[in-house]
């Protein structure tokens, strides 16, 4: 059974850093493109990072380039999002999700996703 559980979120001030995980499990992580997307309840999902299945390729957001980092670990089976500089913008529910075999890119289809994780940026 595929699952993926996101982990890292929190409180944080203006300025400051978080780094979000995703853990998975139940397929071969590292045939799979990754995707970090944020959600604001009554907005359009918001797509921040993705990352190729074999780690060579990413792809930000324009709101988030320059600030947030993602990277892989295939042998622990994990996805991180080092968030720096956060904004109060920035305050979201927080998914990673598994793209389509074979696909990478800001369209490309979603097959699983985690429950997510709250990240909240005060003033």
């Known amino acids: 059974q595929v699952q993926l559980v996101e982990s890292g979120g929190g409180l944080v001030q203006s300025g400051g850093s978080l780094r979000l995980s995703c853990a998975a499990s139940?397929?071969?992580?590292?045939?799979?493109?990754i995707t970090w997307y944020r959600q604001v309840p009554g907005k359009a999902r918001e797509t921040v990072a993705i990352?190729?299945?074999?780690?060579?390729?990413?792809r930000y957001g324009d709101s988030v380039k320059g600030r947030f980092t993602i990277s892989r670990d295939d042998a622990k089976n994990m996805v991180n999002l080092q968030m720096d500089s956060l904004r109060p913008e920035d305050t979201a529910m927080y998914h990673c999700?598994?793209?389509?075999?074979?696909?990478?890119?800001?369209?490309?289809?979603?097959?699983?996703r985690g429950q997510g994780t709250q990240v909240t940026v005060s003033p």
């Open positions: 139940g397929y071969i992580m590292k045939d799979y493109a």
């Open positions: 990352i190729s299945d074999d780690g060579m390729r990413t």
């Open positions: 999700a598994r793209q389509q075999f074979g696909t990478f890119g800001f369209w490309a289809p979603i097959e699983f």
